[in-house]
């Protein structure tokens, strides 16, 4: 199982990227999605979920309506389209797998881990 997160950069404040996480050797439809970030000296912290289907999504409240989160089950990619960055947006942003079809904040529930794109934002 491999998934691949791209689409990080360096951005202004206020500016927007749309990360990518591209899912290969498992059956990506039935599996549920998460976004995670991990600044420097912190720990990872849930950022956006979404169920198999696409139909369910939830966020943390910092990013509610300026992250997106979607998926594309025919090309096996999960995207998270980020609006109005923050300098506090800043980390390195994984993308995770849940067999259970379902999102959690709880990262020790997710199956298969990406390698992480580095997000930075100056003021």
């Known amino acids: 199982v491999q998934l691949q997160a791209s689409g990080g950069g360096l951005v202004q404040a206020g500016d927007s990227l749309r990360l990518s996480c591209a899912a290969s050797?498992?059956?990506?439809?039935?599996?549920?999605m998460g976004w995670f970030r991990q600044a420097p000296g912190k720990e990872r912290e849930f950022v956006a979920g979404?169920?198999?289907?696409?139909?369910?999504?939830y966020y943390r409240d910092s990013v509610k309506g300026r992250f997106t989160i979607s998926r594309d089950n025919a090309k096996n990619t999960v995207y998270l389209q980020m609006n109005s960055l923050k300098p506090e947006d800043a980390a390195v942003y994984y993308c995770?797998?849940?067999?259970?079809?379902?999102?959690?904040?709880?990262?020790?529930?997710?199956?298969?881990w990406g390698q992480g794109t580095l997000v930075t934002v100056s003021s």
């Open positions: 979404i169920n198999w289907s696409g139909g369910s999504t």
């Open positions: 995770a797998a849940d067999a259970t079809g379902r999102y959690t904040v709880q990262l020790r529930r997710y199956n298969y």
């Open positions: 050797g498992l059956t990506f439809s039935s599996y549920g």
